[in-house]
């Protein structure tokens, strides 16, 4: 049974992880046997990461890099694979939310945020498929969250972005899973991460979103290591195409 949950062997490379979901993400990965590749544009975070993985015996690289610059990630996607060998699961987690009011959208917000959360999770993954393609074997894990079907106050920029993730989930698992390569997405609930600072900082809202959950209370990033590495494995195999809510049963309610 253990050998389903195995990564021994694949090469991760997990975007936004200098902190947060992302960073958290690699960690799981590295513990369950990958190789990982922590990208995020923070030299500092990546190192400590990196450093914390290597002293329980994992094997992991930093990669420094700004992913908004679309035209980059062709040679992104180079440099992961210089890292172990060829990308085997890419867990999209680099993402942006200002959580603007409706009359203080700008162009400039709108094509940060949809460019970010959206698009280079496809072009990123665009890149890595060909060699996943070659092994007939390949992750693709995207981060939705509560706004892929809910809406928030401030944020409908963030909330259109992570609703076009869930779409563009089974659009990538309708165009690759025949090739071996699976498509699924996570969503999160309320989870202490750089994006949530703000709510983390209102005592009474946290108060109340944890009462809108099944469970009772909001997450901790600890939570979100099964569903990682079970939709990074061979235990995942038929599945496909699914946004899973990892959020204390806060839909549920």
């Keep these: 049974m253990k050998s389903l949950f195995d990564l021994t062997g694949k090469v991760a490379l997990v975007t936004g992880a200098s902190s947060g979901i992302g960073q958290r993400q690699a960690l799981a990965l590295a513990q369950a046997g990958a190789s990982v590749v922590l990208l995020g544009r923070r030299k500092e975070q990546l190192n400590s990461a990196v450093a914390e993985i290597e002293a329980f015996g994992g094997k992991a690289a ?28 890419l867990i999209n987690a680099a993402g942006v939310n200002l959580r603007q009011p ?3 959208i700008t162009l400039q917000s709108w094509d940060e945020t949809l460019n970010l959360n959206l698009a280079v999770p496809f072009f990123l993954a665009r890149e890595l498929v ?8 390949g992750r693709i894990i995207n981060i939705a969250s509560l706004q892929s079907s809910r809406a928030f106050a401030n944020g409908l920029v963030y909330g ?32 202490p991460t750089g994006l949530t600072a703000p709510v983390y900082q209102n005592p009474d809202m946290l108060d109340k979103l944890s009462k809108q959950t099944a469970i009772g209370r909001n997450g901790e990033l600890s939570d979100l290591d099964g569903i990682t590495v079970f939709l990074a494995s061979t235990a995942s195999n038929y599945i496909t195409g699914q946004i899973i809510h990892v959020d204390g049963g806060f839909t549920a309610k």
């Design 62 to 89: 930093p990669l420094a890099v700004d992913l908004s610059d679309r035209e980059q990630l062709a040679e992104v996607a180079n440099l992961a694979a210089d890292q172990f060998g060829s990308v085997d699961i």
């Design 160 to 191: 259109a972005s992570k609703g076009g993730i869930a779409q563009l989930t089974r659009a990538m698992a309708e165009a690759w899973s025949v090739k071996g390569i699976n498509s699924n997405a996570i969503a999160p609930g309320f989870f």
């Design 130 to 137: 060909p060699a996943m393609q070659a092994k007939a074997w």
């Design 102 to 104: 409706v009359e203080e």
